[in-house]
Protein backbone atom coordinates (compact mmCIF):
# COMPACT_ATOMS: atom_id res chain seq x y z
CA UNK A 1 0.00 0.00 0.00
CA UNK A 2 0.98 3.67 -0.69
CA UNK A 3 1.39 5.39 2.13
CA UNK A 4 1.88 9.14 2.48
CA UNK A 5 2.48 10.32 5.52
CA UNK A 6 2.86 14.24 7.53
CA UNK A 7 4.34 15.29 10.50
CA UNK A 8 1.12 16.78 12.07
CA UNK A 9 -2.33 16.57 12.19
CA UNK A 10 -3.38 19.36 13.97
CA UNK A 11 -1.18 22.75 14.36
CA UNK A 12 -1.56 25.85 16.02
CA UNK A 13 0.81 29.17 15.54
CA UNK A 14 0.99 32.44 15.95
CA UNK A 15 1.25 35.32 13.22
CA UNK A 16 4.41 35.72 12.05
CA UNK A 17 5.67 32.36 13.29
CA UNK A 18 7.87 30.38 10.98
CA UNK A 19 6.03 26.84 10.17
CA UNK A 20 7.55 23.75 8.68
CA UNK A 21 5.07 21.21 7.84
CA UNK A 22 6.72 17.60 6.35
CA UNK A 23 5.44 15.11 4.03
CA UNK A 24 7.06 11.63 3.89
CA UNK A 25 6.13 9.01 1.17
CA UNK A 26 7.39 5.54 0.75
CA UNK A 27 6.66 4.30 -2.70
CA UNK A 28 9.73 5.90 -4.45
CA UNK A 29 7.27 8.59 -6.49
CA UNK A 30 8.70 11.30 -8.23
CA UNK A 31 6.20 13.79 -7.97
CA UNK A 32 5.11 15.77 -4.81
CA UNK A 33 2.14 17.96 -4.72
CA UNK A 34 1.42 20.71 -1.45
CA UNK A 35 -2.10 21.50 -1.56
CA UNK A 36 -4.52 23.87 0.67
CA UNK A 37 -7.96 22.71 0.85
CA UNK A 38 -10.84 25.77 2.09
CA UNK A 39 -14.10 25.13 2.24
CA UNK A 40 -16.07 26.43 -0.87
CA UNK A 41 -12.65 26.51 -2.78
CA UNK A 42 -11.79 22.98 -3.40
CA UNK A 43 -7.95 21.84 -3.26
CA UNK A 44 -5.74 24.56 -4.54
CA UNK A 45 -2.34 23.46 -5.48
CA UNK A 46 0.35 25.81 -3.85
CA UNK A 47 4.06 24.14 -5.47
CA UNK A 48 4.95 20.72 -6.73
CA UNK A 49 8.27 18.74 -7.54
CA UNK A 50 9.06 16.57 -10.34
CA UNK A 51 12.28 15.53 -8.61
CA UNK A 52 15.18 16.24 -6.08
CA UNK A 53 15.69 19.84 -5.61
CA UNK A 54 13.28 20.71 -8.46
CA UNK A 55 10.34 22.67 -7.38
CA UNK A 56 7.63 24.70 -9.34
CA UNK A 57 4.78 27.06 -8.31
CA UNK A 58 1.41 26.10 -8.32
CA UNK A 59 -1.62 28.37 -8.40
CA UNK A 60 -0.88 30.31 -4.95
CA UNK A 61 2.63 30.12 -3.84
CA UNK A 62 2.51 33.66 -2.35
CA UNK A 63 3.87 33.36 1.17
CA UNK A 64 4.76 29.56 1.02
CA UNK A 65 8.38 27.76 -0.04
CA UNK A 66 9.21 24.10 -0.28
CA UNK A 67 11.77 22.10 0.06
CA UNK A 68 12.82 18.65 -1.64
CA UNK A 69 16.49 17.08 -0.49
CA UNK A 70 15.45 13.44 -0.89
CA UNK A 71 13.46 12.08 -3.08
CA UNK A 72 10.61 10.54 -0.48
CA UNK A 73 10.56 14.09 1.66
CA UNK A 74 8.58 17.49 0.50
CA UNK A 75 8.40 19.66 2.54
CA UNK A 76 6.24 23.12 3.06
CA UNK A 77 7.48 26.35 4.53
CA UNK A 78 5.67 29.34 5.67
CA UNK A 79 8.17 32.24 6.49
CA UNK A 80 5.99 34.31 8.46
CA UNK A 81 2.55 32.70 9.23
CA UNK A 82 -0.27 34.76 8.98
CA UNK A 83 -4.01 34.03 9.93
CA UNK A 84 -5.23 33.81 5.88
CA UNK A 85 -2.48 30.81 6.04
CA UNK A 86 -5.44 28.71 8.60
CA UNK A 87 -6.18 25.93 6.21
CA UNK A 88 -6.17 21.94 5.81
CA UNK A 89 -3.26 21.60 4.03
CA UNK A 90 -2.83 17.85 2.31
CA UNK A 91 -0.13 16.12 0.22
CA UNK A 92 0.50 14.13 -2.69
CA UNK A 93 2.64 12.03 -4.25
CA UNK A 94 2.38 10.05 -7.98
CA UNK A 95 5.18 8.54 -9.95
CA UNK A 96 6.14 10.46 -13.58
CA UNK A 97 3.87 11.56 -16.20
CA UNK A 98 3.11 9.75 -19.13
CA UNK A 99 -0.73 9.40 -19.22
CA UNK A 100 -2.70 10.08 -16.07
CA UNK A 101 -0.82 8.88 -12.87
CA UNK A 102 -3.06 8.65 -9.76
CA UNK A 103 -2.13 11.17 -7.04
CA UNK A 104 -1.89 9.69 -3.42
CA UNK A 105 -2.64 12.00 -0.44
CA UNK A 106 -1.62 11.95 3.20
CA UNK A 107 -3.92 12.58 6.04
CA UNK A 108 -3.52 16.45 5.80
CA UNK A 109 -2.18 18.92 8.87
CA UNK A 110 -4.75 21.13 10.01
CA UNK A 111 -2.75 24.77 10.81
CA UNK A 112 -4.60 27.70 12.88
CA UNK A 113 -2.82 30.51 12.77
CA UNK A 114 -4.06 33.04 15.76
CA UNK B 1 -15.49 31.62 -13.38
CA UNK B 2 -13.64 28.49 -12.15
CA UNK B 3 -12.45 25.80 -14.44
CA UNK B 4 -13.92 23.95 -12.73
CA UNK B 5 -17.61 24.37 -11.32
CA UNK B 6 -19.42 21.56 -8.42
CA UNK B 7 -22.87 21.94 -6.09
CA UNK B 8 -21.17 22.14 -2.39
CA UNK B 9 -24.33 20.58 -1.20
CA UNK B 10 -24.89 18.73 1.18
CA UNK B 11 -26.79 16.45 0.08
CA UNK B 12 -29.08 13.81 2.18
CA UNK B 13 -30.39 10.89 0.54
CA UNK B 14 -31.57 8.14 2.29
CA UNK B 15 -29.75 4.75 2.18
CA UNK B 16 -30.66 2.61 -1.19
CA UNK B 17 -31.57 5.97 -2.70
CA UNK B 18 -29.29 6.21 -6.19
CA UNK B 19 -27.41 9.50 -5.59
CA UNK B 20 -26.34 11.60 -9.06
CA UNK B 21 -23.03 14.41 -8.21
CA UNK B 22 -22.33 16.38 -11.03
CA UNK B 23 -19.40 18.39 -12.48
CA UNK B 24 -19.35 21.30 -14.97
CA UNK B 25 -16.16 22.65 -16.22
CA UNK B 26 -14.99 25.11 -19.14
CA UNK B 27 -11.68 23.70 -20.58
CA UNK B 28 -12.30 22.11 -23.60
CA UNK B 29 -8.57 20.38 -23.25
CA UNK B 30 -9.22 17.89 -20.24
CA UNK B 31 -8.79 14.94 -21.29
CA UNK B 32 -8.92 12.72 -17.79
CA UNK B 33 -11.77 12.83 -15.61
CA UNK B 34 -11.50 11.51 -12.27
CA UNK B 35 -13.77 11.57 -8.71
CA UNK B 36 -12.13 11.29 -5.52
CA UNK B 37 -13.55 10.62 -2.63
CA UNK B 38 -12.84 11.63 0.89
CA UNK B 39 -13.75 10.78 4.53
CA UNK B 40 -14.03 13.04 7.31
CA UNK B 41 -10.24 14.18 8.86
CA UNK B 42 -8.99 11.92 5.97
CA UNK B 43 -7.22 12.77 2.74
CA UNK B 44 -8.80 12.34 -0.33
CA UNK B 45 -8.44 8.71 -2.35
CA UNK B 46 -9.11 8.12 -5.89
CA UNK B 47 -12.68 6.33 -6.55
CA UNK B 48 -12.79 6.43 -10.10
CA UNK B 49 -11.37 7.57 -13.27
CA UNK B 50 -12.25 8.08 -17.02
CA UNK B 51 -10.23 9.07 -20.11
CA UNK B 52 -12.14 11.37 -22.59
CA UNK B 53 -16.09 10.54 -23.14
CA UNK B 54 -17.94 7.28 -21.90
CA UNK B 55 -18.93 5.84 -18.93
CA UNK B 56 -17.30 3.56 -16.90
CA UNK B 57 -18.80 1.50 -14.32
CA UNK B 58 -17.19 -0.27 -10.88
CA UNK B 59 -19.93 -2.05 -8.56
CA UNK B 60 -22.36 0.42 -7.54
CA UNK B 61 -20.55 3.66 -8.71
CA UNK B 62 -20.52 4.56 -12.66
CA UNK B 63 -18.81 7.92 -13.87
CA UNK B 64 -20.15 9.65 -16.80
CA UNK B 65 -18.30 11.93 -19.11
CA UNK B 66 -20.34 14.06 -22.00
CA UNK B 67 -17.44 16.26 -23.55
CA UNK B 68 -19.43 18.06 -26.03
CA UNK B 69 -21.90 19.69 -22.82
CA UNK B 70 -18.47 19.85 -20.84
CA UNK B 71 -20.66 18.15 -18.26
CA UNK B 72 -18.92 14.44 -15.48
CA UNK B 73 -21.29 12.50 -13.27
CA UNK B 74 -20.86 10.11 -10.75
CA UNK B 75 -23.94 8.21 -9.84
CA UNK B 76 -23.79 6.04 -6.81
CA UNK B 77 -26.53 3.13 -6.67
CA UNK B 78 -27.74 1.34 -3.31
CA UNK B 79 -26.20 3.90 -1.60
CA UNK B 80 -24.74 2.85 1.90
CA UNK B 81 -24.36 5.10 5.00
CA UNK B 82 -20.20 4.22 4.19
CA UNK B 83 -20.85 6.26 1.40
CA UNK B 84 -20.99 9.33 3.35
CA UNK B 85 -18.14 11.12 2.25
CA UNK B 86 -17.31 14.51 0.53
CA UNK B 87 -17.02 13.58 -3.45
CA UNK B 88 -14.69 15.65 -5.65
CA UNK B 89 -14.60 16.01 -9.16
CA UNK B 90 -10.71 16.52 -10.88
CA UNK B 91 -9.74 16.62 -14.34
CA UNK B 92 -6.22 17.11 -15.79
CA UNK B 93 -5.70 18.89 -19.26
CA UNK B 94 -3.61 17.20 -21.92
CA UNK B 95 -1.04 19.06 -21.38
CA UNK B 96 -0.22 18.58 -18.11
CA UNK B 97 -0.87 15.24 -17.18
CA UNK B 98 0.43 15.55 -13.61
CA UNK B 99 -1.23 18.83 -12.35
CA UNK B 100 -4.76 17.93 -11.43
CA UNK B 101 -7.37 20.48 -11.18
CA UNK B 102 -10.40 19.70 -8.84
CA UNK B 103 -13.91 20.96 -8.19
CA UNK B 104 -14.40 22.37 -4.69
CA UNK B 105 -16.55 18.99 -3.27
CA UNK B 106 -19.57 17.95 -2.49
CA UNK B 107 -20.77 17.14 1.16
CA UNK B 108 -22.92 13.65 0.73
CA UNK B 109 -24.83 12.11 3.83
CA UNK B 110 -26.59 8.75 3.49
CA UNK B 111 -29.13 8.74 6.21
CA UNK B 112 -30.01 4.49 7.42
Known amino acids: DVKVTQSSRYLVKRTGEKVFLECVQD?????MFWYRQDPGLGLRLIYF???????EKGDIPEGYSVSREKKERFSLILESASTNQTSMYLC?????????????FGPGTRLTVL | QKEVEQDPGPLSVPEGAIVSLNCTYS??????FMWYRQYSRKGPELLMY????GNKEDGRFTAQVDKSSKYISLFIRDSQPSDSATYLCAMIPWSSASKIIFGSGTRLSIRP
Open chain 1, 92 to 104: ASSSLAGGYNEQF
Open chain 1, 49 to 55: SYDVKMK
Open chain 1, 27 to 31: MDHEN
Open chain 2, 50 to 53: TYSS
Open chain 2, 27 to 32: NSAFQY
